[in-house]
């Protein structure tokens, strides 16, 4: 008796469980073991969906940085102080190209750098459609300018045609002509003659055309006494005068006050002996023209 009434407060404490309460008990663990699986696949889907975005948005924002560093490359100008510029954003952004953005933190500055690049690049835009809408307003009126210039110095050229023309023609017109030339044999008592042995000077009588447009004052005439053979008779080896830019040889020469009316004169040449048998050309010069020609004969005894 005494045995079995101590045997029940023994029971009490033997730490085992009823069939009922392990059942109960393992009821609870296993819905907390599925709750606990439960929230570890679901932290898990959110960790991969989290990540994709953020790979997503990490490449997208790649894209867009080598989309930019692709427009800079194309953006060219003269300007050595914009193309600086240029050059330097553009380094800018291969740079954060280079950095690995894995985080939320990270891709939030990688959109604000990325934000601030984008309005630096449309003022560089502006700026150079700018210069480039000057440049052709420039070009145009750099082309406007030559044209003209073109113009003007075909003008120019034409002027000096015609300036030209005009002064040859006032410098033909202005040549003081001779008329009436006429040579004569003479011997010594001033009378005609044809004999060599009588033969003492050759008169040669013209007259100095009026012109109004030559310039009056002292003209010196040049006359040429040219025999048969080609020679021409001279009274002095030194009587050179200046004729095209050349100096030629003349027989005689005399100088006369012109006031741009007709005048008569007259030169003679004295008899030097060298006159032969023949048909003789006389020519006259004044200021680098010929004014007049005229011949005579001496012919045989």
Known sequence: MTESNNSKPLEKFSGKLSPSNMIAVTGVLVILLILLVFMYFSQNNKMV????????????????????????????TNNDTLQAGLNRERERIVQLLSINASNAQL?????????????????????????NTRNKILVAENTEIKQQMKQVRNANTELSKVKEALTDKVEIASVIQAKDVVAVPL??????TTRISLLDKIRVCFTLRENPIAKAGEKEVFMRLIRP???????????????????????????VDYINQDIEMCIYMDNTGDFIVGTYSVELYLEDNIIGKTTFMLPKK
């Open 229 to 255: 053979d080609s020679l021409v008779i001279t009274t002095s080896p030194d009587n050179l005068f200046e004729f095209k830019r050349s100096k030629i040889i003349y027989s005689v020469n005399r100088i």
């Open 107 to 131: 891709i939030k500055r990688y959109k604000s750098e990325i934000s601030t690049m984008r309005e630096i690049m449309k003022s560089y835009i502006v700026q150079i459609d700018s210069l």
């Open 187 to 192: 011997n010594k008592k001033r009378k005609e």
């Open 49 to 76: 969906e989290m990540e994709r975005v953020l790979t997503e948005e990490k490449d997208s924002l790649a894209n867009e940085l080598k989309s930019m560093v692709h427009a800079y490359d194309t953006l060219k």
